[in-house]
């Protein structure tokens, strides 16, 4: 997969962003006795697999903003990729890109969105009988009409957790059918547990055209991961990173951040991993996040600030599931630890509220328990965890959203 690192769009950096991105990111003048000339950064895209998508390594994650003139000012920068999902903010997301999106011509930016099909058993991914062809193909009928299009770029079937499922006859079936009605010009599948296995699917499949992964410097089986996504790559799969942050401070109080540069930096060094998500709300992490383009190399510090993040428990669950069959109640711990990192990683309640409820809502579901069987390689105090975060089952959604 090649690099390129001639990229221009639109006059590229406009407005004010100029000055903030040209200060972070390095872009110099050049002094003459009549003039200062701008140079404008040269930043590195990578193309999407075999797709006829070419990107920036870093692209924008939706899934936590419900500004639109943030993402304005990202697409005005030169961010070209935007992701969301049917499902996140319970629609106002797709709704609040589609009403943006609808005075700029359809092929100057990609879009990316999500459906999960119903009746998914979030301890073991299988699926039930409600997890139909007609469930796809409503949700995402649902997610064009909130964006205002006719078509999205990329289209994931989300969540996917085991073999099994990324291979089921029926959904494979309704993304098929979606895609050559024009409705998807390209059909991925995103993961964030079991994701080697996941990959493995993709490439078996002869169907996926994108992979979604969740891929990080504490992901405990990073190595095995960026296996797979070398084949699925080689392949011609495209591949997205996500979770690149891993949760984006080392603990609950929030005092101790992840050097989220680095972190991205080590994510993309990978030349198999075409482009990245990670999730923006604040002017300062696009524009953070936007320096990264410019250049990957690790500084020592940054290096150094990895290796601690390393030693140290952290927010971010990788699912390796090894907590299930320990859990005498047979909780999902896994998605009650994603629930605490969106709780205290990255303070959205309101995903980690829609979360809870898909779980089941209780606000004590380990009450009955003396003591916890559970024992997280990560260190996690399982318990501990899943009691805090529970507590957001009482808190009215108004509340929170």
């Not at 998605?335 to 990683?345: I, K, L, P, V």
């Amino acid at each position: 997969m090649g690099e390129n690192r001639n990229f221009s769009r639109r006059g590229f950096l406009r407005s004010s962003a100029i000055g903030a991105a040209g200060a972070l990111m390095g872009t110099s003048t050049l002094a003459n006795d009549s003039n200062r000339i701008r140079k404008e950064p040269v930043i590195i895209k990578r193309k999407l697999g075999k797709t006829d998508i070419d990107v920036p390594v870093v692209s924008f994650g939706v899934m936590r903003s419900d500004n639109a003139a943030l993402v304005k000012s990202a697409f005005e920068m030169g961010f070209v990729h935007f992701d969301t999902a049917n499902s996140y903010q319970e629609g106002r997301n797709e709704t609040m890109l589609g009403e943006l999106f609808k005075s700029y011509p359809r092929d100057s930016f990609v879009l990316a969105t999500k459906v999960y099909p119903d009746d998914i058993d979030r301890q073991t991914g299988a699926m039930g009988p409600g997890a139909t062809k007609e469930s796809i193909l409503t949700k995402f009928e649902t997610s064009l009409k909130r964006l205002q299009m006719n078509y999205v770029d990329i289209l994931y079937f989300h969540g996917v957790s085991t073999r099994e499922v990324a291979l089921a006859p029926q959904m494979l079936e309704a993304f098929d059918e979606l895609k050559k009605q024009g409705k998807a010009r390209y059909i991925g599948m995103s993961t964030h547990q079991n994701e080697a296995d996941v990959i493995q699917a993709a490439i078996d499949s002869n169907f996926y055209d994108v992979v979604l992964t969740a891929i990080n410097f504490k992901h405990s089986q990073a190595d095995l991961i960026k296996q797979k996504i070398a084949v699925a790559a080689e392949k011609g799969i495209g591949i997205v990173a996500m979770k690149t942050m891993a949760g984006g401070f080392m603990d609950r109080e929030r005092q101790r951040p992840i050097n989220c540069s680095a972190a991205l930096k080590w994510v993309l060094q990978d030349t198999n991993i075409h482009t990245s998500i990670p999730g923006i709300v604040a002017y300062d992490q696009m524009i953070q996040n936007f320096s990264v383009m410019e250049s990957l190399e690790l500084t020592e510090k940054e290096k150094a600030d990895l290796e601690e993040a390393k030693l140290v428990a952290g927010l971010y669950c990788d699912g390796c599931s090894q907590c299930l069959p320990q859990c005498k109640k047979k909780l999902p711990v896994h998605e009650y630890m994603r629930a605490y990192m969106y709780t205290y990683g990255y303070r959205h309640f309101d995903n980690a509220l829609t979360l809870l409820q898909e779980l089941g809502g209780s606000s004590n579901p380990c009450g009955d328990c003396r003591v916890c069987t559970v024992i997280c390689p990560k260190g996690f105090r399982v318990a501990e965890r899943i009691n805090d975060v529970a507590r957001l089952s009482d808190v009215p959604r108004e509340l929170v959203v």
